[in-house]
T-cell receptor, first 116, second 110 residues
Framework: DAGVIQSPRHEVTEMGQEVTLRCKPI?????LFWYRQTMMRGLELLIY????????DSGMPEDRFSAKMPNASFSTLKIQPSEPRDSAVYFC??????????????FGAGTRLSVL | DAKTTQPPSMDCAEGRAANLPCNHS???????VYWYRQIHSQGPQYIIH???NNETNEMASLIITEDRKSSTLILPHATLRDTAVYYC???????????FGKGTHLIIQP
């Protein structure tokens, strides 16, 4: 298996533009997670899905952020409008079902977002 | 989820065993200890997890004290590629996701 695939790897955009990050989880995994990592705040969980349904979005910073999972093999994280403080590395992770296996997560390589 | 405490950084000589401590004094009975690591510019990588018994896999060993208030991750023969930030996380596997702290920056010296 190719692992969790994220695209793009790098994104540079201007303030106010819409940004869409993409993730393909490992086939057969039931859970999908979106994290954000910055120097100041470390690695933060933004939202996670179980069987394509959002379960916990309490980490989403504000309404400018939205995430969707239209099917088991694809998810998007959208920021509209983007702001410089959104600059970070965004990671997607997936895991198998079951409360214990849920925490054995496989991470993608991340998308480095720079908002100018 | 229980909070964990780790030293911010540690050094270890290449070829020696690296022992990374973690305190989790408020851990509850149904919570597991998970270890992840993050090599520079990569996504975090799962290493090992345990409840109360010691665990070993191809990457590392996990030693959990009898009272479960602390644990140690052991990399038996550290290599330069083991230089990374190591995260100790306690979770009961419920609806909450993983909470990553600041971790321990392990530097393997040649």
């Amino acid at each position: 298996d190719a692992g969790v695939i994220q695209s793009p790897r790098h994104e540079v955009t201007e303030m106010g533009q819409e940004v869409t990050l993409r993730c393909k989880p490992i086939s057969g995994h039931d859970y999908l997670f979106w994290y954000r990592q910055t120097m100041m705040r470390g690695l933060e969980l933004l939202i996670y899905f179980n069987n394509n349904v959002p379960i916990d979005d309490s980490g989403m910073p504000e309404d400018r952020f939205s995430a969707k999972m239209p099917n088991a093999s694809f998810s998007t994280l959208k920021i509209q409008p983007s702001e410089p403080r959104d600059s970070a590395v965004y990671f997607c992770a997936s895991s198998l079902g079951g409360l214990l296996a849920k925490n054995i997560q496989y991470f993608g390589a991340g998308t480095r977002l720079s908002v100018l | 989820d229980a909070k964990t405490t780790q030293p911010p950084s540690m050094d270890c000589a290449e070829g020696r065993a690296a022992n990374l401590p973690c305190n989790h004094s408020t851990i509850s009975g149904n919570e597991y200890v998970y270890w992840y690591r993050q090599i520079h510019s990569q996504g975090p990588q799962y290493i090992i997890h345990g409840l109360k018994n010691n665990e070993t896999n191809e990457m590392a060993s996990l030693i959990i004290t009898e009272d479960r208030k602390s644990s140690t991750l052991i990399l038996p023969h550290a290599t330069l590629r083991d230089t990374a930030v190591y995260y100790c996380i306690v979770s009961g596997g419920g609806a909450d996701g993983l909470t990553f702290g600041k971790g321990t920056h392990l530097i393997i010296q040649p």
